[in-house]
């Protein structure tokens, strides 16, 4: 079978057929034109939501409720855990206050790995810090700036306070933290529990009574954050099955998974009936070309063209209207798409409406493979077409 000689014959034909073949073109773009546009916003608005929960570190944030005993050993193991990102044990909230100036600062734990503090150097020992944006603010600091830090505590009755200077390592986006507050080594939040508890603080010059040899430290909280969104629930039920009660965002993350499964299902229901729809215009479409080019086909029967020539025939022309229609409806669905983007998103990197290169080829290879096989069915009846019936055109 020569197939470049039936490509040609056919491409021929099907340009003969200009207006046939551009209303058969017309009838799959307004097939495949509105699923390319209805999969984008599915695409788009739910991979937008999703990258949302995943770049804000906020949304995998396991926060234990009520005091706890955890000692560094269990922090550390569950630092180990594969849907761990982030473990480090915190100090008592109460003790874990800084005065700058007029200013009283929340202090949090901070290690390298942690979330908030992606791309930024991560504060180290005992006179490094990073500030969060509202405290920079209002403290007027900027990276390398050194503040004096305040902490006081109420010791038998008598107020005292001891004075430290630290270093601004860096500044936190306003988004990744919206308190005031500073990140440190969590030795200086060690060592600032224990100047309020009235032990001494030798690293630092705090007098106050000796910490026994050997004593464990216990810690009432900690900062963990899960790997990905799928790995909230699993620690949530990991944490329940310790009895320890966490706060999480599981129920968000759940419901935009729910979203995302429900719009799959309406996306493929909706296709699969404009496929089918498809499939039957192609499949009627190959039965009435059979029929209105019965003598012609004859004729190529006569020259010596296998049966399935012919039906290759049918088939390259139910071709050539699926891939001039793929690319109308891609030329179409990126003007909708700009669009789309253009009205209803605000944010940079998101989107209403979005495809992948990977999209597009699926697309067209769903398009080329329907229209192959319903042209090879309707285009069967070649195979009845006898080569003496195109003997009284010669």
Known sequence: MRIGLVASLAWQDYRNDAWLSACSVLALVAVIAPLLVLFGLKFGLVGSLTQRLETDPATREI?????GRFSSAFVEQLGRRSDVAFAIPRTRQIAATAQVGGLVLEMLPTAPGDPLLAGLPIPEGLDQIVLSHTAAEKLAARPG???ETRFARQLAGR???QRTRVQVRAVLPLEAFARDGLFADLVLLEAVEDYRDGRAVPALGWAGDTVAVGEQRVYPAFRLYARGLTDVEPLRLYFAGQNL???TQAQTIAQVQSLSRNLSV???IICGLALAGAFAATFAGALAA????RRELSVLRLLGFSTAALLLFVVLQALYSASVAAVLSAGLYGLAEAGLNRLFVQVPGEYASHLLARHYGLALAAVLGVSAVAAAC???RVARIQASEGIRDV
């Open 290 to 293: 059979v029929a209105r080019k």
């Open 159 to 161: 107020v005292e306070a």
């Open 63 to 67: 926060i234990p409720l009520g005091g």
């Open 378 to 380: 309707g285009g069967w």
């Open 245 to 247: 009660l966490v706060s």
């Open 266 to 268: 309406v996306f493929w």
């Open 145 to 147: 700036d050194w503040l």
